[in-house]
């Protein structure tokens, strides 16, 4: 008996079902990892000279500095991926140069060492007392960077004309991208602002059923007041759990 179209709707609507969602798995497994930097400057001392007040020098070792800067440039990794082998480098503007730095994975007991190339440069610029090659810039090896570690990287930088300088931070990983970010004020580990959106939509969710299935209208009103008040938590729980739902998938 010859296949009807009826018959053959529900194998059809399948195969391309089964393709979509194996095509949109694939684009999920290979997806570009995303790894944000935070960058913060706090500002040491300069060298200035008033006619009243007198004169101010900033040392580092033996050698005036016009500034310097204690800055602080902080990793993530917060996909769900452990990575390996990665290069990442910090680069100042023309206008910056840094002294001095030290790379460190907060997870780990070991310090991060330079890339072998820039090792050698460093050593050569030690040895000639010419800098310029690494004035302004530090590359560092990652060997392992685990989902959750957090690297921090501290340098020691001057700028030239006097301003705050300004750092760029790279990686050429094939699938990884390095992205700026500024630091958002958090809560339990969730950025607030985004967490108490999405809190206030699970909260507005619940609403209903307590106005409409609680007949005490005194304890519907506390209890929509509680969740107000609380509403930050849910939340927070979603992001979490969508974060460890990410994880296992990945």
């Not at 497994?29 to 004169?55: A, E, I, M, Q, W």
């Not at 020098?57 to 500095?65: A, D, L, Q, R, S």
């Not at 910090?90 to 780990?108: C, M, T, W």
Request: glycine residues 8%; positive net charge; charged residues 20%.
């Amino acid at each position: 008996m010859p296949d009807t179209p009826d018959r053959l709707l529900w194998p059809t609507v399948t195969f391309i079902l089964g393709a979509f969602i194996t095509h949109v798995w694939n684009k999920f497994r290979t997806r570009t990892t995303v790894l944000r930097y935070y960058v913060f400057h706090n500002f040491f001392g300069s060298t200035v000279t008033d006619p009243k007040l007198g004169s101010v020098k900033v040392m580092y070792g033996e050698t005036e500095v016009k500034n310097l800067y204690v800055s602080t440039v902080t990793l993530s990794n917060d996909s769900g991926r452990d990575l390996a082998d990665l290069v990442v480098n910090v680069v100042s503007d023309p206008d910056s140069g840094i002294i001095a730095s030290h790379g460190r994975n907060q997870g780990s007991l070991n310090d991060l060492p330079f890339t072998p190339q820039f090792a050698a440069t460093l050593a050569t610029a030690d040895k000639t007392k010419d800098y310029t090659a690494t004035l302004h810039r530090r590359d560092y090896t990652l060997p392992v960077l685990n989902r959750g570690d957090e690297i921090l990287v501290t340098l020691l930088i001057t700028n030239f004309k006097g301003n705050q300088p300004f750092l760029t931070v790279g990686c050429d990983k094939p699938g990884v991208k390095l992205q700026f970010a500024i630091k958002k004020e958090q809560f339990l580990g969730e950025p607030r602002d985004t967490t108490a959106v999405l809190g206030a939509l699970i909260v507005l969710a619940l609403l209903w059923p307590i106005i409409v299935f609680v007949p005490n209208k005194t304890v519907a009103v506390l209890g929509a007041g509680l969740l107000g008040a609380l509403c930050l938590l849910p939340g927070v729980a979603v992001r979490k759990l969508v974060k460890v739902a990410v994880r296992l998938l990945s």
